[in-house]
């Protein structure tokens, strides 16, 4: 937080607005994935020149994010000419782009970062969902392939994830092989790659134990590990996601089915959503696209040393049943959210979907067999350096410091 401290310190200037809008959208970035990890978090006194930095309750956090997204949207509209961030900003600028294409690009960007927020808050506090998430879709959200946002990747700055896809620990889940398999998905080969030995490709239960983990079956050239768009070699070129305009699609069909003005019905916006996934990941042919979103296979059934059943029973094609329509929306937004982890994990925490295999294993006791990891406890790196504002903290979990008390806003 310290540089964007400093950014909005030097950027008060009327001349600056549109600078200082683009910090503090990244800001809200920034803290939103940091408080769905912990839930409290120091958010407050960020900058504050103490060694004892409060935390702040999750549901004050989100507050306060809603309110920097309101005004930071509007001063970079009404700044939409301003100076921008030129080649220091390393997600949307490109060569020639000029400052109102460069802020046009953040200004979406923040937008759908709102419709995000609203989406999570929706079960906790449906009304201000609805008109957060109306505002963002009339403010104007990512609707084209080229607002992707990506972190670039060069000699200096590395893909995080691909510095690690490599050692052998990384490996199709099960969950993944049921949906991408059944469907005869096209970005599985993008996704992963088949298993050395048998040329098919194989997930992998989550949860095992050393012993289930070592047998033949489950070994590395026995199953499925990333692309090699996703392996080592390309850190320095595959860019890291930020977010993708297929989930500002798969955001606004949820909205319809909450009773939102999302701009479209749920089905338009939930095959608007696949078709964008899928050209994102290379996947331009029209009838191959239009082929799986009209599909109709349900997911397969991994078998194995678990007898691992279909995951679910809801095909591509969109169903005619509110519920069955909310997973395909959820499960299709999943698939489309790879690999951000970080973002597919909270949306699964919140929604409960898509449905996931339970954890063969759990040694954590304060998971019961078929729950899922809710949060990350507070660090003993902050206990050490902050300990009584940790300590302090624990009141606001509305539970203990473990990795089963849920957010604020997972009610569901």
Same mark, same amino acid.
């Given at each position: ?69 309101? *005004? ?33 690009? +953040? ?163 939930? *095959? ?8 994102? +990941? ?51 937004? +999943? ?78």
């Amino acid at each position: 937080m310290a540089p964007i401290v400093n950014i909005l310190n030097q950027t008060t200037e009327p001349e600056k607005k549109a600078l200082n809008a683009i910090a503090r959208i990244w800001k809200v970035w920034t803290i939103h994935r940091a408080t769905d990890y912990y839930g409290p978090f120091p958010y407050t006194y960020i900058g504050a020149d103490s060694t004892v930095i409060p935390y702040d309750k999750q549901e004050d956090i989100y507050m306060d994010l809603f309110k920097e997204l309101q *005004e930071s949207t509007a001063d970079l509209q009404a700044n939409i000419d301003q100076v921008s961030y030129e080649s220091a900003d390393v997600i949307f600028f490109k060569d020639g782009m000029t400052p109102t294409e460069q802020n046009t690009k +953040w200004l979406k960007f923040a937008n759908t970062l709102r419709l995000r927020l609203a989406m999570r808050i929706s079960n906790v506090k449906p009304d201000m969902a609805k008109v957060e998430a109306e505002a963002a879709y009339a403010g104007g959200v990512m609707t084209e392939l080229d607002d992707d946002a990506y972190l670039k990747s060069d000699g200096v700055n590395y893909n995080g994830y691909l510095r690690q896809s490599g050692w052998n620990e990384f490996r199709m889940s099960q969950t993944m092989e049921s949906l991408l398999v059944g469907y005869n998905d096209p970005r599985l080969s993008k996704f992963w790659q088949p298993s050395v030995n048998t040329g098919e490709y194989k997930g992998v239960r989550n949860g095992m134990n050393v012993a289930e983990i070592v047998a033949p079956e489950n070994e590395p050239d026995n199953t499925s590990g990333p692309s090699d768009y996703l392996l080592p070699e390309n850190s320095s070129s595959t860019p890291s996601t930020v977010m993708y305009t297929a989930e500002a699609y798969f955001l606004r069909a949820e909205g319809v089915l909450n009773g939102w003005e999302m701009g479209g019905t749920a089905q338009d916006l939930y *095959e608007l959503g696949i078709a964008m996934s899928l050209r994102t +990941w290379g996947i331009t042919n029209a009838t191959e696209i239009s082929n799986y979103i009209n599909g109709t296979s349900l997911p397969s059934a991994p078998g194995g040393m678990f007898n691992t059943p279909a995951l679910t029973d809801i095909p591509v094609k969109f169903t005619a049943t509110e519920e069955k329509q909310r997973e395909q929306i959820l499960t299709q937004k +999943w698939l489309a959210l790879f690999p951000e982890g970080m973002e597919a994990w909270a949306e699964i925490r919140r929604s409960g979907y898509p449905k996931m295999y339970p954890i063969l294993h759990i040694d954590n006791p304060a998971l019961q067999p078929g729950e899922f990891i809710q949060r990350i406890p507070f660090l003993n790196y902050d206990r050490d350096r902050n300990g009584a504002a940790v300590e302090a903290a624990v009141s606001l979990l509305g539970g203990p410091d473990n990795i089963a008390t849920p957010m604020w806003w997972d009610v569901k």
